[in-house]
């Protein structure tokens, strides 16, 4: 015997149901989706406040730029924040923000691409 997730009646039919009814299987994932999207909406500000930066700096046409760090820091790109990396095989690592990605030189040089499609 299993009882609901949100308002503890029991649960009839299948074994593997985990509410009881339809307005308590909504009530969960609207509420869900609800912390989900407080939690997750300044991160994705960030990110697409920094894929903005990259692609002001970049235009639509160059596939890479090296800039200087002070430019990206002046128009407070966070370094923290990104979706994913990839180390190149000599070691690099690059960091990338959606389709752009970043690689940090010793002398304070940025190497900025996009991935293309």
């Known amino acids: 015997m299993s009882f609901c997730k949100i308002c503890k009646s029991k649960i009839i039919g299948r074994e593997d149901?985990?509410?009881?009814?339809?307005?308590?299987?909504?009530?969960?994932?609207?509420?869900?989706?609800?912390?989900?999207?407080?939690?997750?909406?300044?991160?994705?500000?960030?990110?697409?406040?920094?894929?903005?930066?990259?692609?002001?700096?970049?235009?639509?046409?160059?596939?890479?730029?090296?800039?200087?760090?002070?430019?990206?820091?002046?128009?407070?790109?966070?370094?923290?924040?990104?979706?994913h990396s990839n180390t190149n095989i000599k070691g690099k690592i690059y960091y990338y923000v959606y389709d752009f990605g970043w690689m940090s030189f010793s002398n304070d040089e940025i190497l900025i691409i996009r991935k293309r499609k």
């Open 17 to 83: 149901k985990v509410f009881c009814t339809v307005k308590c299987k909504n009530f969960y994932h609207v509420n869900l989706r609800k912390v989900t999207k407080s939690v997750v909406k300044p991160i994705d500000e960030i990110l697409h406040r920094n894929r903005s930066i990259l692609l002001e700096i970049m235009g639509k046409k160059k596939s890479q730029i090296k800039i200087n760090r002070l430019i990206l820091e002046k128009k407070k790109f966070n370094f923290k924040y990104h979706t």
